[in-house]
């Protein structure tokens, strides 16, 4: 799980959107809103809202490019009243800042699981120079002594109060990281832009001497350490916003140990309890279960710089989570039926065991409230499960609500004390045979076709899933569907440590030029992904509700990334681009609304908007002159080559290779001098790219999208059009250097590695390989990448992945299959078809339409990237060959369809 998703959940039931949105965020009413935050500015000041941020800025003035700047936390209880006295000295002295405006946003940034880089920073003052910071920072720390506020681990905290300060960017500058993303920057002595690190600590560049006024702080800082304690920390197990857990030994027994650290005012909960609240929840709760042989012995407790410590028992072993994705039948191609009944035999006693323990620690009267698969352990020989991490956990008299909880065991909100661990139990049932419990939190009906499916493909019946189906539907009559395809009940359950949600924001409904159809009925199913076109024209329609043109920040809501870049809502990867692309591409009726949208949009670019394919200019470029809006395609594409592109990452998402593929195609439908500007953009593109690949620093990004495969692409596309063989020579050197990154997997698979997983997907794995291996060994024959080619195919082929999407899930590989020319059509059918039932079971019904859910699963997405426009157009590549496929990988049924080298343009 990816925590960073919990904080988009808030503002709308259905979609991710920005957590400014949520209810009580900065766009809420206003009697949500902090005092400070209602009051007018005053003569000679401008406000603006920006995310999450409200900035007071003094008009006339102009700050440095960087420097030292202030950051000021606070807890829930003084917040409104450090913000008072924050905001009055500055108006006060003409000094700007800006501060987060709402509660809610507020306990959303300290939450537990939000980002550690970032979390604490309620207030960013910035000294109007280098001059007046000393004298600014002491003010501040005289005027909010005795407050108290969480330690923002990126800063130099001043003091025993709330004041922080780092080295930092103030203006908006950004450079390539290490990764090779775009990153945000500071200057070095000689004007360089370098990246400007905002990790969870302190980071104060070489060349930067601090301010004598810090020197007691930073010693301060470095005299607090682990050394004192009797406990010799041998790794870390997890972090969290609220704290880390840490693997140990204690110096004084040689005995193995778990310390488990909780920071003061961080890591909050639902609730708002922070980190060392929960801590102390968890020690009371096992203390309480104390002689269980099914929960962690409690050794001690201790403090060390404010931090607390609970000692407990190491447990040897392996989580549950862990065991189930090792031995899961359905990770591999072909599982047989002994296998599948070993399987389900397991589940059933795994689930007996936890169900056990479960009701042992009930008959104590606890409540765990946040049981899930990685909250249990499991012995080395499987004979006994213990059960981790109580920090939720409370008396069962209490009769609370859930606080924290695992997205696909999260109950709903009508839940209350027992019944939040009875539902995770009956979430457990099903997630040990299929895991796809995180559907439940978008639309618990689906339990009911989730026990269907699992009893199609293990000895289990549905009659043995029953129990828990209707302890899932519980309260939900039939396991009906509200008019937006959502189970009755289940639309708000809350979300992992975050405020509640609400109704949604943005008055969605389907436009008039949506489909025919108006929208299923409610108590209809839509049709499966393999019913073409009926599945075609039911996403269309889907998409088409979703429909936001009065926003201004995007038109069909998508991934989290959307909110991350100013041309997020209109790229081709996240945005209207690539949507009205599927559209287009499956012949799926249009959406004029969205393409006025998008015309307006970039009229006039706004500041710091991408120039990349998939991220930003290039990609709008191509999809509009492939649409017919041939004169702002020109604008645009003449705006990309005008800019300074040296600077760029090389790949095809949003750097050289996709802007010299896009420049290179725009060309052509271009006349004179604006075809020559846009080729010589394109000429330098693709030399900027091919002295990356050959010279530069290697990417530590591997794949289509990101690493030298996309490279390989535009380079098997420049051999296509100018027959010069040293752009296969290029080729071949970028996908040598991508299958060099991959590792042997079950049955022989080479699949990309990502960290410590190996990946299969499109985007950023080994099917995006694959694509390019094809088109690559169509004009040259190369036995060691034929060779990689074949053995790629096996983690094409599972019969379960987890995600639908198009770049990091199953639609992405049925494109992959239905475009390749290597392997038995047979068998490459056999696998799209099961590939595309898998689809049926990821789908999630929305406005009565067939759509599916976005990354982490946690809500719907209708973007290309992630969502249900990616779907669309996989499933189009196998009914529509001819023209549903990904731009510069268009569909290639043999060799001898290439395109001959030379053929296009000297």
Not at 136 to 145: H, I, P, R, S, Y
Not at 824 to 831: F, K, L, T, Y
Not at 833 to 857: I, K, M, N, S, V
Request: with cysteine; charged share 25%.
């Amino acid at each position: 799980m990816n925590p960073e998703y919990a904080a988009y959940c808030q503002a709308d039931r259905d979609f991710y959107d920005a957590p400014h949105r949520s209810p009580g965020g900065a766009a809420a009413a206003e009697d949500s809103l902090y005092a400070a935050a209602r009051t007018p500015a005053p003569d000679g000041w401008e406000t603006s809202r920006r995310g999450d941020w409200l900035s007071y800025t003094p008009l006339g003035l102009t700050l440095p490019q960087q420097g030292w700047k202030i950051h000021v936390s606070a807890g829930l209880d003084n917040a409104e009243s450090i913000l008072r006295r924050v905001l009055d000295h500055c108006l006060a002295r003409r000094i700007p800042l800006k501060f987060v405006p709402a509660p809610t946003l507020l306990l959303l940034r300290n939450a537990k699981y939000a980002d550690r880089a970032g979390s604490g920073k309620f207030i960013t003052v910035y000294p109007h120079s280098e001059e007046m910071f000393p004298e600014l920072c002491a003010d501040l720390v005289a005027l909010l002594e005795g407050e108290h506020g969480p330690y923002i681990l990126s800063d130099l905290r001043c003091g025993d109060g709330p004041v922080h300060v780092r080295y930092g960017a103030f203006a908006s500058r950004f450079c390539t990281g290490p990764d090779g993303r775009l990153v945000p920057a500071i200057a070095d002595p000689t004007g360089a832009l370098v990246p400007d690190p905002r990790g969870p600590s302190l980071n104060i560049p070489d060349w930067v001497t601090p301010p004598e006024i810090l020197r007691p702080h930073l010693e301060a800082r470095r005299s607090v350490g682990l050394s004192d304690m009797p406990y010799e920390i041998q790794g870390a197990l997890h972090f969290s916003n609220g704290g880390g857990v840490y693997r140990a030994r204690d110096t004084r027994t040689g005995e193995d140990v778990v310390l488990k650290e909780a920071r003061p005012h961080a890591g909050l909960a639902a609730d708002g309890a922070d980190a060392v609240a929960r801590l102390e929840r968890e020690r009371t709760a096992l203390e309480q279960l104390a002689g269980l042989d099914c929960v962690p012995r409690v050794l001690g407790t201790f403090e060390v710089g404010e931090h607390h410590f609970l000692v407990l028992e190491h447990i040897p072993g392996t989580t549950l989570n862990t065991v189930f994705a090792r031995r899961f039948p359905l990770s591999s191609s072909a599982p047989d039926a002994a296998r599948l009944a070993e399987h389900a035999e397991w589940a059933r006693h795994m689930y007996a065991e936890v169900e056990r323990a479960v009701h042992a620690v009930h008959e104590r009267g606890i409540v765990i409230s946040d049981l899930h698969m990685s909250n249990v352990m499991v012995s080395p020989d499987e004979s006994r499960i213990v059960l981790l991490d109580f920090e939720a956990a409370f008396p069962a008299a209490e009769d609370r609500r859930q606080v924290v909880a695992n997205p696909a065991f999260v109950a709903p909100r009508d839940r209350r004390g027992a019944d939040i661990d009875r539902y995770a139990l009956a979430c457990l049932r099903l997630a040990l045979l299929l895991p796809l419990t995180t559907l439940l939190y978008i639309d618990r009906a689906a339990a009911t076709r989730l026990a269907r499916d699992i009893a199609r493909v293990f000895p289990v019946t549905e009659e043995e899933l029953r129990p828990a189906v209707t302890e899932i539907l519980r309260d939900i009559p039939d396991g009906t569907r509200d008019p937006d395809g959502t189970a009755d009940g289940t639309r708000d359950p809350d979300a992992t440590d975050s405020a509640d949600g609400a109704d949604r924001t943005d008055g969605r409904r389907p436009p008039a030029t949506a489909a025919p159809r108006a929208a299923a009925d409610p108590g209809q199913d839509p049709p499966e992904p393999s019913r073409w076109p009926l599945s075609r024209d039911s996403m269309a329609r889907a998409i088409a509700a979703s429909l936001t043109p009065e926003r201004d920040d995007r038109c069909f809501p998508g991934d989290i990334a959307q909110f991350a870049s100013p041309a997020g809502g209109q790229s081709f990867g996240h945005g209207a681009a690539g949507v009205l692309y599927a559209l287009h591409a499956t012949g799926a009726p249009p959406c004029p609304e969205a393409v006025e949208w998008l015309l307006t949009k970039v009229k006039e670019p706004a500041s710091g908007t991408p120039t990349g394919f998939y991220d930003g200019l290039a990609g709008i470029a191509w999809t509009l002159n492939l649409l017919g809006h041939t004169d702002r395609a020109a604008e645009l594409a003449q705006l990309v080559a005008r800019q300074p592109l040296d600077g760029l990452t090389s790949d095809l998402h949003g750097g050289h290779a996709g802007i010299a593929l896009a420049l290179d195609d725009l060309a052509a439908s271009a006349d004179g001098a604006e075809a020559t500007a846009l080729r010589r953009a394109a000429d330098r593109c693709t030399a900027l790219a091919a002295r990356a690949l050959v010279s530069g620093p290697p990417s530590s990004r591997t794949g289509l999208l990101h690493g030298a495969t996309g490279l390989a692409l535009l380079f098997v596309r420049r051999y296509e059009t100018t027959g010069d063989p040293a752009f296969l020579d290029l080729a071949a050197t970028g996908l040598q250097r991508d299958l060099a990154r991959c590792r042997t997997g079950a049955e022989g698979a080479l699949l990309v590695v990502e960290n410590k997983r190996t990946m299969p997907y499109l985007g950023a794995g080994s099917a995006g390989l694959a694509m390019v291996l094809d088109d690559y060994l169509a004009h040259r024959e190369d036995a060691a990448l034929a060779s990689a080619r074949e053995a790629i195919q096996p983690g094409l082929r599972s019969a379960f992945y987890i995600q639908p999407g198009l770049f990091r899930g199953v639609a992405g590989l049925i494109l992959q299959l239905a475009r390749t020319p290597f392997g038995d059509p047979g068998e490459r059918r056999r696998v799209i078809d099961r590939h595309t039932e898998l689809l049926g079971r990821q789908a999630t019904p929305y406005a009565g339409e067939l759509a599916f859910p976005g990354e982490q699963l946690m809500r719907r997405s209708m973007d290309l990237a992630t969502g249900t426009a990616g779907c669309l157009l996989a499933l189009g590549g196998v009914r529509r060959p001819d023209r549903a496929a990904l731009p510069f990988l268009s569909p290639r049924e043999s060799p001898q369809t290439r395109p001959q080298p030379g053929a296009v343009h000297q």
